[in-house]
Antibody, heavy 122, light 108 residues
Framework: QITLKESGPTLVKPTQTLTLTCTFSGFSLSTSGVGVGWIRQPPGKALEWLALIYWNDDKRYSPSLKSRLTITKDTSKNQVVLTMTNMDPVDTATYYC??????????????WGQGTLVTVSS | QSALTQPPSASGSPGQSVTISCTGTSSDVGGYNYVSWYQQHPGKAPKLMIYEVSKRPSGVPDRFSGSKSGNTASLTVSGLQAEDEADYYCSSYAGNVVFGGGTKLTVL
């Protein structure tokens, strides 16, 4: 059974850096083809893709947020970490991580975490 | 990379079929067979319903089907049921990932 869980602060101040951790089980990020992505959803709004990392450390970022994002993985801990700098109230959202299986050349979220709500406010 | 275009709403009566469209460009939807669809109920995480245009993950009813023509992908829900009422998002992968704006499906 594959599970993912997001963790991190629920409240951050404007200009601060957000660090979120996705801890997963049931798969290995060292398996060829596997990827983990981050997606966010502001309250009442649509999903927005942020970043993804593959088993081979290939990293992709949303072009509009690339300068603010860093995604890393710790295979031994089964974790993927996303950092977002210079947080603003418009970044208030539920942040999800999702797993993409190895049997596709594309990326899609087969398994999702429950999400974590991050509020940006002073 | 702009968001994919979906109608904001769609509706149908129980038992009917409804189709939701997702329009992109030749650089995303039209250029690759990496379109996926997600169902999201209020307060819940998205659930994958379709991947690679028309493939269903294990456990997804065959009432859900996907297709693509040119730069537009479509999700069809046949035999509408009350539990199908949810938000639906399309997504395309072309090296990066882009989502649509979402469609609220109402079962009348």
């Amino acid at each position: 059974q594959i599970t993912l869980k997001e963790s991190g602060p629920t409240l951050v101040k404007p200009t601060q850096t957000l660090t979120l951790t996705c801890t997963f089980s049931g798969f290995s990020l060292s398996t060829s083809g596997v990827g983990v992505g981050w997606i966010r959803q502001p309250p009442g709004k649509a999903l927005e893709w942020l970043a993804l990392i593959y088993w081979n450390d290939d990293k992709r970022y949303s072009p509009s947020l690339k300068s603010r994002l860093t995604i890393t993985k710790d295979t031994s801990k089964n974790q993927v970490v996303l950092t977002m700098t210079n947080m603003d109230p418009v970044d208030t959202a539920t942040y999800y991580c999702a797993h993409s299986p190895p049997y596709s050349s594309g990326w899609f979220g087969l398994n999702w975490g429950q999400g974590t709500l991050v509020t940006v406010s002073s | 990379q702009s968001a994919l275009t979906q109608p904001p709403s769609a509706s149908g009566s129980p038992g009917q079929s409804v189709t939701i469209s997702c329009t992109g460009t030749s650089s995303d939807v039209g250029g690759y067979n990496y379109v996926s669809w997600y169902q999201q109920h209020p307060g819940k995480a998205p659930k994958l319903m379709i991947y690679e245009v028309s493939k269903r993950p294990s456990g997804v009813p065959d009432r859900f089907s996907g297709s693509k023509s040119g730069n537009t992908a479509s999700l069809t829900v046949s035999g509408l049921q009350a539990e199908d009422e949810a938000d639906y998002y399309c997504s395309s992968y072309a090296g990066n990932v882009v989502f649509g704006g979402g469609t609220k499906l109402t079962v009348l």
